[in-house]
């Protein structure tokens, strides 16, 4: 048999995996541009783009045809205005997923985490949440998997647009009362929510005190995790959101 055609069936199976594997968590998919808010047309030109560069999935190794470009400082951000519509659909804040796979990169259950080598220079890893883990370990995709970006290295994906979506990640799953953000300078701002102290609890303590909530998920037996997962996505979403907007709003410098 042809090894494309292996390639391409055995592609398809783990496809199909995930799919079971989102109807199974209750994930319905929001990968389709009407639903993110994406534009259709950029997209078109992301893609393209991200096919220049990397080929393939650069997590699974799947075929371009079975994936979709993902940004990672998402369009809600772009709307928002903290990033602009051309930074927002350019080829340094987008990468190459399977189709499968945006929507968990969309809902922060998995990340990529960059460290430098004096030798290889950047190195990438993926990260994926606790929570999780069984769940994406079924469709292969692991925490500590060494991934890589093709082309030229000033078409990679910026530093400050992964270390966004890794902040968020980590924000997202940390075990309830270790949260321990950033604190500002300890100056005086007229501006600032935040007292001469530096006490950014105060400011974010609104939200913490609802912590217990994504906690309370978190110590569910594994059938009722399940049940509740796409809520629970849905929650830290929201919740990340909630947070990294109280800490702007308090001074905090999130790069």
């Known amino acids: 048999m042809n090894v494309d055609v292996v390639f391409q069936t055995e592609s398809a199976k783990l496809e199909k995996q995930i799919k079971s594997l989102?109807?199974?968590?209750?994930?319905?998919?929001?990968?389709?541009?009407?639903?993110?808010?994406?534009?259709?047309?950029?997209?078109?030109?992301?893609?393209?783009?991200?096919?220049?560069?990397?080929?393939?999935?650069?997590?699974l190794k799947h075929h371009s045809d079975m994936c979709q470009a993902a940004q990672i400082v998402p369009?809600?951000?772009?709307?928002?205005?903290?990033?602009?519509?051309?930074?927002?659909?350019?080829?340094?804040?987008?990468?190459?997923?399977?189709?499968?796979?945006?929507?968990?990169?969309?809902h922060h259950t998995f990340s990529i985490e960059e460290s430098n080598d004096l030798n290889?220079?950047?190195?990438?890893?993926?990260?994926?949440?606790?929570?999780?883990?069984?769940?994406?370990?079924?469709?292969?995709?692991?925490?500590?998997?060494?991934?890589?970006?093709?082309?030229?290295?000033?078409?990679?994906?910026?530093?400050?647009?992964?270390?966004?979506?890794?902040?968020k990640f980590q924000l997202a799953h940390q075990p309830c009362g270790t949260v321990d953000p950033p604190r500002p300078p300890r100056h005086q701002d007229s501006n600032s929510t935040v007292g001469h102290d530096g006490d950014l609890e105060d400011a974010l303590d609104p939200l913490l005190r609802e912590l217990p909530l994504k906690q309370a998920v978190t110590d569910q037996p594994k059938d009722n995790m399940m049940a509740g997962a796409s809520t629970s996505a849905m929650w830290i979403d929201l919740w990340v959101t909630d947070v990294v907007e109280q800490m702007l709003a308090a001074g905090v410098q999130i790069v």
């Not at 994406?38 to 560069?53: C, F, G, H, V």
């Open 75 to 106: 369009v809600a951000d772009c709307k928002a205005g903290r990033i602009s519509v051309d930074a927002c659909y350019d080829v340094t804040n987008g990468i190459l997923l399977s189709s499968s796979l945006v929507d968990w990169f969309d």
């Open 22 to 59: 989102e109807k199974r968590l209750g994930m319905a998919s929001t990968t389709s541009s009407g639903s993110t808010g994406r534009d259709t047309n950029q997209q078109k030109k992301l893609k393209s783009a991200l096919i220049q560069r990397d080929k393939q999935c650069v997590v």
């Open 120 to 167: 290889s220079g950047r190195i990438f890893h993926i990260r994926v949440a606790p929570l999780f883990a069984d769940e994406l370990c079924t469709v292969s995709v692991k925490d500590g998997m060494q991934i890589t970006f093709g082309g030229p290295s000033d078409k990679w994906p910026l530093r400050k647009h992964l270390l966004n979506h890794f902040q």
